[in-house]
């Protein structure tokens, strides 16, 4: 198994940055395609950013492309969001998860993802 922690989130003004961060443990994480979500109160989890194991391939919602930024340092063990112009809609517990399967594409949808971090909060103020 693998054990995800999540730290980096806060509040911040409309227009500001934060880079979240993802550290695991256990099992060897760099070989795990990895995933961030997010959730708003009252709306379902939805599909933010994933790098393949490698890094070399990244997927990013509409809604964020251009603005984040997913990374991954396997060395480290650590998979970073950078999060820039940040907006109100923004606001949510975001999730980091990692695919132990090893499956193919852009790895969209929660089902595809098989260890959760325990999420951290951003609050972006308007």
């Known amino acids: 198994q693998v054990q995800l922690v999540e730290s980096g989130g806060g509040l911040v003004q409309a227009g500001g940055s934060l880079r979240l961060s993802c550290a695991a443990s256990?099992?060897?994480?760099?070989?795990?395609?990895t995933g961030w979500f997010r959730q708003a109160p009252g709306k379902e989890r939805e599909f933010v950013a994933s790098?393949?194991?490698?890094?070399?391939?990244?997927y990013y919602a509409d809604s964020v492309k251009g603005r984040f930024t997913i990374s991954r340092d396997n060395a480290k063990n650590t998979v970073t969001l950078q999060m820039n112009d940040l907006k109100h809609e923004d606001t949510a517990v975001y999730y980091c998860?990692?695919?132990?399967?090893?499956?193919?594409?852009?790895?969209?949808?929660?089902?595809?993802?098989?260890?959760w971090g325990q999420g951290t909060q951003v609050t972006v103020s308007s």
């Open positions: 998860a990692a695919d132990l399967v090893g499956r193919a594409g852009s790895l969209r949808s929660p089902v595809d993802y098989d260890s």
């Open positions: 256990g099992r060897t994480f760099s070989v795990f395609p």
């Open positions: 790098i393949s194991w490698s890094g070399g391939s990244t």
